[in-house]
Nanobody, 123 residues
């Protein structure tokens, strides 16, 4: 089991930036695939980015604008979001897999989820 806690959401104008953080509990963080999904109003939850011990993956819609990174000493994964667009407005969820599983890229179906943090981009 792992507990995930997101932070860093908020309201930003189009073209602006935000950095999301996700702190994970436990001692096995470095061997877990971690990532982000988002869900906009009236839409299904969608993959945004994933980071493992050897690779990163991004949805086409965020490539070149978002960067996922991790700090294994702090048990934290980050999502740096630049050049934000109104269509990036969503609740962003942190996700984690069991140690050693993955990588899966955009087809990932993680077992652990955070509570979500709202990101709103105004035009």
């Amino acid at each position: 089991q792992v507990q995930l806690a997101e932070s860093g959401g908020g309201l930003v104008q189009a073209g602006g930036s935000l950095r999301l953080s996700c702190a994970a509990s436990g001692r096995t963080f470095s061997s877990r695939a971690m990532g982000w999904f988002r869900q906009a109003p009236g839409k299904e939850r969608e993959f945004v980015a994933q980071i493992t011990w050897i690779s990163t993956y991004y949805a086409d819609s965020v490539k070149g604008r978002f960067t996922i990174s991790r700090d294994n000493r702090k048990n934290t994964v980050y999502l740096q979001m630049n050049s934000l667009k109104p269509e990036d407005t969503a609740v962003y969820y942190c996700a984690a897999d069991d140690p050693g599983n993955g990588p899966y890229g955009s087809s990932w179906s993680p077992p652990y989820w955070g509570q979500g943090t709202q990101v709103t981009v105004s035009s």
